[in-house]
């Protein structure tokens, strides 16, 4: 393994036109990492733009795919056999939008089907596993007053401009993300699992919790 690189990939489409949508999440997330250590994701290697920073102790490929969400594998791919990567599971993590999720949310899991999102089954399809760490970024809408839940519209929503307030929402969450992929690179990523994606401060989550026992 060359130096034992983590590999770290943030899913969108490239174009100023595709920069805030819900869609390119993933995009925005790798920026933020990139951000806080001083770097720009501007070079051009595995058709992607990518930036080497130390996170967490580690030298870490921050690296946004050009060939459109649905071949991110192709790019994937090629970075993983650029970088010598061996082991998958333990040293590529992708950020990407799900919209499953509700703005302002995120989980880590260490694997994972595809759950419709295009990305990530062209990226399980080509590293021939879905055995790899995935940061699922919150781009659902939130239920309506009445209890409803606002069906997001699918590409049209993914792909149309996140509106002033929701991208203030994705602000706060990119900090989160990035100390979470940070916690992934420095405790592991069941510290980062047992640490994220279990709020205490999130009513809906205590409220599905099973009672104390008396």
Not at 166 to 185: I, Q
Request: with cysteine; proline share 5%; charged share 30%.
């Amino acid at each position: 393994m060359a130096g034992g690189v983590k590999l770290i990939i943030g899913l969108g489409n490239p174009g100023i036109e595709y920069q805030f949508t819900p869609h390119n999440a993933g995009f925005l997330a790798i920026d933020r990492i990139a951000e806080d250590c001083g770097a720009v994701v501007a070079n051009r290697r595995g058709r992607a733009l990518t930036a080497r920073v130390r996170l967490g102790g580690q030298e870490v490929l921050l690296a946004k795919p050009e060939t459109f969400m649905n071949l991110s594998g192709l790019s994937v791919q090629a970075l993983v056999r650029e970088l010598g990567i061996e082991d998958v599971s333990e040293d590529v993590i992708v950020l990407y939008d799900e919209l499953a999720f509700p703005l302002g949310t995120f989980k880590i899991f260490r694997r994972g089907s595809a759950n419709g999102h295009n990305g990530v089954k062209s990226i399980s399809g080509t590293l021939g596993t879905e055995e790899w760490i995935r940061v699922r970024i919150g781009v659902g809408k939130p239920a309506l007053a009445d209890g409803r839940e606002i069906k997001a519209g699918g590409k049209d929503y993914l792909l149309a401009p996140m509106r002033k307030a929701e991208l203030e929402v994705m602000d706060e969450v990119l900090d989160r993300v990035k100390d979470a992929v940070e916690v992934v690179l420095t405790k592991g990523v069941s510290a980062a699992m047992n640490e994220f994606n279990r709020r205490p401060e999130d009513p809906e989550k205590d409220s599905k919790d099973p009672k104390p026992k008396a």
